[in-house]
């Protein structure tokens, strides 16, 4: 960090011992994972900026807002609209975590075999890491998996931030008719607390800026279909990481730019890797910063992701918001958006099986490797359908399941390496 944030984060409530031994560990790991890598784009500049604020700078930004009078809304799921969030002037801030520090302290509440997810968002609290979740006004949660429905219960008794939205479990219309409720339950709470109406106006507004950003991140999925890919999988992940704390016109800007810069590499044949990389879509849980783990075992083991079917991925920002008149309309098509994100919460949940074809098709993956953190129920199980359907397309597929230790790191490279083998030699599994 340039500057000495330590006041700041004492008054956050933050533990500054541990959290200065946090920021220690992660400027280490970025350093030999991110700044290690050859042939960077020099657009990443501004996203090694990001990361080296983003307990720094970053929380100033959003004290200043605050203090503005903007409501700082963290949430946990893509489900969750942010347009709604930005009509009443408010800022939203992913929550989740993807270190293991403040396990042991989560553990005291949640049993052991909880996802590292649900763990990491409650250890970073729980230990004093977080500043993000101290600067919150409201967290937003979600009846997504049992893990985190019953995790936010305790979440809000510690933090008194919490507000729950139910999320259905099918997309039948009764399903649709509750959720499209729950989308105008959240407007109210969000008129409520900030006294500000949200009116068709700002929700124009508000999908804007975000409609822009989801373009931008199409954009840069897209040039990822280039063989050599003009950007590692590394950076790109860290850039989806990115977009979900900081601020959507300026990430989008930045983006943009740095899109310029891959646009004109493609056209030269200038890569990160030798053209003929074997290329790897990645598919599953989300990967919270800072989770780097497969993508860089992957990335290290002579491969290159090409692509993540995943939240912090393509289901984030594939569809758009588009057009609409009127504020009713604007949360139709709010529900309609959400409810195309084909997460392994629901059931049945086959699209998902033709989303993850789609993309090995679109950006030319030759193999597919599935990710689920352990005791990621959903997921987990979804595996045996996703192999079944990767297989059938003539594609190879590797099953992870990991947690955030470092501990397994050298079984899964033996796995991962195995795996890059046969597909240059073109074997299916
Ligand atoms: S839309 S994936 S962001 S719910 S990893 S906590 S599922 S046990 S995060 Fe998710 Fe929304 Fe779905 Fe996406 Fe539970 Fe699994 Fe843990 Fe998970």
């Not at 956050?12 to 541990?18: F, I, K, R, T």
């Not at 019953?150 to 399903?175: Q, R």
């Not at 059931?347 to 030759?366: A, G, V």
């Not at 597929?397 to 597909?423: H, N, P």
Request: with cysteine.
């Amino acid at each position: 960090m340039a500057e000495d944030y330590r006041e700041m984060w004492g008054s956050l409530g933050l533990n500054l011992e541990a959290h200065e031994g946090l920021l220690a560990v992660l400027s280490d790991a970025y350093r030999d994972i991110y700044l290690s890598q050859k042939g960077r784009p020099a657009g990443m500049a501004y996203f090694d900026f990001v990361i080296s604020e983003v307990h720094g700078l970053r929380i100033v930004e959003l004290l200043k807002e605050k203090t503005a009078g903007k409501l700082i809304v963290g949430t946990f799921c893509i489900y969750v609209p942010e347009e709604l969030i930005l009509a009443v002037d408010g800022v939203a801030i992913g929550l989740c975590a993807g270190a293991e520090v403040g396990s042991e302290e989560a553990e005291k509440f949640i049993p052991r075999n909880t996802c590292a997810l649900i763990k990491g968002f409650m250890g970073f609290k729980l230990a004093g890491l977080c500043p993000y979740v101290e600067s919150a006004d409201l967290i937003i949660g979600e009846t997504t998996c049992d893990g985190k429905k019953k995790a936010y219960e305790i979440f809000d008794e510690i933090t008194k931030k919490v507000y729950v939205m139910e999320l259905p479990n099918k997309k039948s219309d009764d399903g649709k008719r509750l959720w499209k409720n729950e989308i105008r339950r959240l407007a109210e709470k969000l008129t409520q607390v900030t006294g500000k109406e949200i009116t068709v106006d700002k929700l124009k507004a508000a999908s804007r800026v975000v409609d822009a950003k989801r373009r931008a991140l199409q954009r840069l999925s897209d040039l990822r279909s280039h063989d050599p890919a003009p950007i590692s999988g590394l950076d790109a992940l860290l850039i989806n990481q990115i977009s979900f704390y900081d601020d959507p016109v300026r990430f989008t800007e930045k983006l943009n730019a740095l899109c310029d810069e891959l646009d004109e590499r493609a056209k030269q044949g200038t890569g990160v890797a030798p053209k003929g990389t074997p290329r790897i879509l990645v598919s599953g849980s989300p990967m919270a910063i800072p989770n780097w783990k497969l993508h860089w075992i992957i990335e290290s083991s002579g491969g290159i992701v090409v692509g993540e079917e995943a939240c912090v991925g393509e289901r984030n920002f594939r569809d758009l918001l588009g057009d609409f008149s009127t504020v009713e309309q604007a949360m139709e098509r709010m529900a309609d958006r959400s409810l195309g994100i084909n997460c392994a919460c629901f059931t049945p949940n086959d699209d998902r099986l033709t989303d993850i074809d789609t993309m090995s098709r679109k950006l030319h993956s030759q193999g597919v490797v599935h990710y689920a953190l352990q005791f990621c129920t959903p997921y987990l199980v979804e595996a045996f359908r996703a192999k079944n359907s990767v297989e059938a397309a003539g594609l190879p597929f590797l099953r992870i399941e990991t947690d955030y230790s470092l501990e397994d790191a050298g079984q899964i490279k033996t796995r991962v390496e195995a795996f890059i083998e046969m597909m240059r030699d073109g074997k299916k599994s």
